[in-house]
T-cell receptor, first 113, second 115 residues
Framework: DAGVIQSPRHEVTEMGQEVTLRCKPISGHNSLFWYRQTMMRGLELLIYFNNNVPIDDSGMPEDRFSAKMPNASFSTLKIQPSEPRDSAVYFC???????????FGQGTRLTVV | GENVEQHPSTLSVQEGDSAVIKCTYSDSASNYFPWYKQELGKRPQLIIDIRSNVGEKKDQRIAVTLNKTAKHFSLHITETQPEDSAVYFCAASIVSGGSNYKLTFGKGTLLTVNP
């Protein structure tokens, strides 16, 4: 298995533009997590899904952020409109539902100018 | 919700010395405590974990201890090497077969091992 796959690896966009980050979890994993990492705030959990259903989105900063998981092999995190303070590394991770190791993707470095 | 505090935020040691990183958690129901290592520009990766039914776990130069009464757990690295230099994150969650699971991370410790 290639592990958790995220795309794109790097994204530079202008303020106000829509940004879509993509994640393919490890096959067979049924929990998926979106994290945001910054120097100031560390690793913040934005939202997580169990069996494609959003369980807890209390970490989503505001209505500009939305996440979907239309099937077991794909998830998106969308920011619309983007702002400079959204600049961060966004990680997707997946695991089995039983709560064992969370495997992280390589992350998407987002820069909003 | 769960809150995980991690200390220190930075730690510098000489090669061969030991390093200790400490974390506290707030939710007494938490029962799973993993530690992740993140090298510069890379993804976090699990290095060791402990469940609440044990007090200590070792894996070569790495050990983790857990005090459920005090709600704190620690990572111990002995005989540190330059390649141990990285950011280390502790985390806590509630794991129960078939139930929801949420991993909350501490803010990380930047460990620098000086040759």
């Amino acid at each position: 298995d290639a592990g958790v796959i995220q795309s794109p690896r790097h994204e530079v966009t202008e303020m106000g533009q829509e940004v879509t980050l993509r994640c393919k979890p490890i096959s067979g994993h049924n929990s998926l997590f979106w994290y945001r990492q910054t120097m100031m705030r560390g690793l913040e959990l934005l939202i997580y899904f169990n069996n494609n259903v959003p369980i807890d989105d209390s970490g989503m900063p505001e209505d500009r952020f939305s996440a979907k998981m239309p099937n077991a092999s794909f998830s998106t995190l969308k920011i619309q409109p983007s702002e400079p303070r959204d600049s961060a590394v966004y990680f997707c991770a997946s695991s089995f539902l039983s709560g064992t190791e969370a495997f992280f993707g390589q992350g998407t470095r987002l820069t909003v100018v | 919700g769960e809150n995980v505090e991690q200390h220190p935020s930075t730690l510098s040691v000489q090669e061969g010395d030991s390093a200790v990183i400490k974390c506290t958690y707030s939710d007494s129901a938490s029962n799973y405590f993993p530690w992740y290592k993140q090298e510069l520009g890379k993804r976090p990766q699990l290095i060791i974990d402990i469940r609440s039914n044990v007090g200590e776990k070792k894996d070569q130069r790495i050990a983790v201890t857990l005090n459920k009464t005090a709600k704190h757990f620690s990572l111990h690295i002995t005989e540190t090497q330059p390649e141990d230099s990285a950011v280390y994150f502790c985390a806590a969650s509630i794991v129960s077969g078939g139930s929801n699971y949420k991993l909350t991370f501490g803010k990380g410790t930047l460990l620098t091992v000086n040759p």
